[in-house]
């Protein structure tokens, strides 16, 4: 879209503001908001300065000034602002050299993809993910020096089968990883999750189905259709933000924290992925569930530097309180046919070539989409070039395993700290043509370290009371 079309299709919709809206490193949207009255072509095409340094793990204060360029072709109408709102996504760029700027995750995407096309190997990336997620009735948390807590609510929650309700307590709710997934009235957020597909669907966001997922307490999934890499990326993260304002407006708090309830499952975002050049898709084949050798090399290299990776797809400590055993946890770094109990799930596609992809199980969705599907693909093209074998598929329940063979087959990492350990240690597949540089992996890593591992180092949590306060 022309600048001169944005501000004619802006005054034909009475568009009174415009919300700027880009990532920071960690993958939350950031938002700047001007009048209509004050953009102009010359604006739009110049973009808009801020302030670099308050943006989490950019800019330093001395060096600070920093550009926002919209992407006009994101356009939206945002459905939850109370004026006529467009929300653009921006690009962050250097305001003396117009450069992309090398933390700014949707440029790091752009990158991934304009180094897939340079290699030839393929010249599209399509990706599917399916984020799922919590919605509660009541969440309070609190961190002092001398105290600390949480408190999570849920009507759906199982330990409500026996709350008073003023003598109307129905007693329709999901068992402890029941929630897979029963129909009304046992499944009180269908109707919630509907008025989410619609408000997706309006904003050309295109809703395949939603469910309920297994655990009991308000968890869902909503599935969108799979676009090319950094389309998809835009729509996770408008995806994000209507879930959770869709949920505000309704009273209920939503989150993607992967595991906020204990005993319970927690919620991934399994992501769907397949390369395709000139129309074609490369991952069909006369291999293995009829993979290609392709796409056979594009799951070595996802095996291979599947530890280095977590540290993008699963970027929290949270995360690996999900990837443990006995909670369908995809940690074995297994590749099978309809095997959901592998970390790399081929899905029965039929006999469509055209739906031939592979599934990775353990990302969740607390990652900046951006990194994260540049980090996946980028692996998939080292594994592709280097013809990295990913060994034998595993066609059993690895969750059923016995131990012994259960503990033959490599797991993805225990912890964060691991996860970064091993991106400090195998970073050269991400800095082939420059789309990850070092100073965006050591800004990574030290952040990550500093702020969560260190940081929750150096906290006593309550269950540690439980366990030690009388020793």
């Known amino acids: 879209m022309k600048a001169s079309e944005f501000i004619k299709k802006a005054k034909e919709n009475d568009i009174l503001m415009i919300d700027l809206k880009f990532s920071d490193l960690h993958g939350a949207w950031q938002h ?60 962050i760029v250097n305001p003396e050299t117009f450069k992309p700027y090398n933390r700014d995750p949707r440029q790091v995407a752009k990158k991934a993809l304009n180094y897939l096309k340079a290699t030839g190997l393929a010249d599209t990336a399509f990706f599917g993910p399916e984020a799922e997620f919590f919605i509660f009735d009541d969440i309070r948390f609190e961190q002092k020096e001398n105290s600390a807590f949480y408190s999570i609510d849920s009507d759906e929650g199982h330990w409500n089968s026996g709350r008073d309700e003023d003598g109307a307590n129905h007693g329709y709710r999901p068992k402890a990883k029941g929630g897979y997934f029963p129909a009304m009235p046992v499944d009180s957020q269908h109707n919630l999750r509907t008025e989410i597909s619609l408000e997706l669907d309006a904003l050309d966001i295109k809703v395949e189905r939603h469910h309920h997922e297994v655990a009991s307490a308000g968890q869902g999934e909503i599935n969108i259709r799979f676009d090319e890499l950094l389309e998809m990326a835009d729509k996770m993260m408008w995806f994000k933000y209507v879930v959770k304002n869709v949920a505000y407006r309704n009273g209920k708090s939503a989150t993607f924290m992967p595991k906020p309830i204990y005993g319970d499952n927690g919620s991934g975002m399994h992501t769907h992925m397949s390369l395709w050049k000139n129309g074609d898709t490369l991952f069909a084949g006369e291999k293995y569930a009829g993979l290609s050798d392709e796409a056979l090399y594009f799951i070595g290299g996802i095996i291979k530097h599947a530890p280095a990776l977590c540290a993008f797809t699963n970027p929290t400590t949270n995360s690996y309180r999900r990837l443990v055993p006995g909670y369908e946890a995809p940690i ?10 592998a970390a790399i799930r081929i899905p029965n596609s039929g006999d469509n070539p055209k739906a031939k992809r592979i599934e990775f199980r353990t990302p969740d969705a607390t990652a900046n989409v951006y990194l994260a599907f540049a980090a996946l693909l980028m692996a998939g093209i080292d594994g592709i070039e280097n013809k990295i074998e990913p060994g034998e598929p595993l066609d059993k329940d690895i969750y059923g395993l016995p131990p012994q063979e259960a503990e033959g087959i490599k797991s993805v990492p225990s912890s964060l700290g691991e996860s970064l350990e091993s991106l400090d240690k195998d970073r050269g597949f991400l800095q082939k043509g420059e789309v990850f540089d070092d100073d965006l992996l050591n800004a990574w890593l030290n952040t990550k370290w500093e702020n969560e591992v260190r940081a929750l180092q150096l906290r006593p949590t309550p269950y540690e009371f439980e366990l030690y306060y009388d020793v």
């Open 332 to 341: 074995k770094l297994a590749y099978s046919y309809k095997n959901r109990s």
């Open 32 to 91: 700047l908001t001007i009048p209509m009255t004050e953009i102009n072509e010359d604006t739009l095409e110049e973009g808009f300065n801020f302030d670099g340094s308050s943006i989490r793990g950019w800019k330093s204060i001395e060096d600070s000034d920093m550009k926002m360029v919209p992407d006009l072709k994101t356009t939206k109408i945002d459905p939850f602002t109370e004026v006529p709102t467009y929300s653009v996504i921006c690009d």
